[in-house]
């Protein structure tokens, strides 16, 4: 699965967006970008995913770049409950892959 | 439904001591999965498992086995507990659609070898 760099911290305003950028350059064409959270000692949530088209759910957007190296995940309002550390991850589509938790970003929403 | 249940929700274990983490999921997922979460650290795969009887090793599998008698079901078992495997143990399920796969969390086990 190809690598994921992300900026190991970010603050953000609360009700502001908070934009999180990932890079994943050596993406292969039937991987996905994913996005989970986990906050603080609990298990990580999932967020949203994609393959090359823009997504929104009811927590959040996710961007793709044309090129497919890079993404960003919106929190269109950020409250203070979204602070958590915030893992993007790129993984094919096949029974038994491993999700690969790398560093992740570490979001902070100040009041 | 409740999701994935993990039981017990905290333990301490002496060296040598032997226990099974138990794994419940009531939303019919084929896949499960243990990880494991050090401090500070991202989760490391310890086993997974693509349906019952079958598991399969991930990338920590040292210490650790493994059943999957029924669909809802995953215990791990440690069988000589070293203090190498303090950590917190998450247990996952997914159901893999054409549409992407999504893996449900556990609340997790934290377990702490003395």
């Known amino acids: 699965d190809a690598k994921t760099t992300q900026p190991p911290s970010m603050d953000c305003a609360e009700g502001r967006a908070a934009n999180l950028p990932c890079n994943h350059s050596t993406i292969s064409g039937n991987e996905y970008v994913y996005w989970y959270r986990q906050i603080h000692s609990q298990g990580p949530q999932y967020i949203i995913h994609g393959l090359k088209n823009n997504e929104t759910n009811e927590m959040a957007s996710l961007i793709i770049t044309e090129d497919r190296k890079s993404s960003t995940l919106i929190l269109p309002h950020a409250t203070l409950r979204d602070t958590a550390v915030y893992y993007c991850i790129v993984k094919k589509l096949y029974a038994g892959n491993m999700l690969t938790f790398g560093g992740g970003t570490r979001l902070m929403v100040k009041p | ?114």
């Not at chain 2, 493994?66 to 507990?81: C, G």
């Open chain 2, 1 to 114: 439904n409740a999701g994935v249940t993990q039981t017990p929700k905290f333990r301490i274990l002496k060296i040598g001591q032997s226990m099974t983490l138990q794994c419940t999921q009531d939303m019919n997922h084929n896949y499960m999965y243990w990880y494991r979460q050090d401090p500070g650290m991202g989760l490391k795969l310890i086993y997974y498992s693509v349906g019952a009887g079958i598991t399969d090793k991930g990338e920590v599998p040292n210490g650790y086995n493994v059943s999957r008698s029924t669909t809802e079901d995953f215990p791990l078992r440690l069988e000589l507990a070293a203090p190498s495997q303090t950590s917190v143990y998450f247990c996952a399920s997914s159901y893999s659609t054409g549409g992407g796969e999504t893996q449900y969390f556990g609340p997790g086990t934290r377990l702490l070898v003395l």
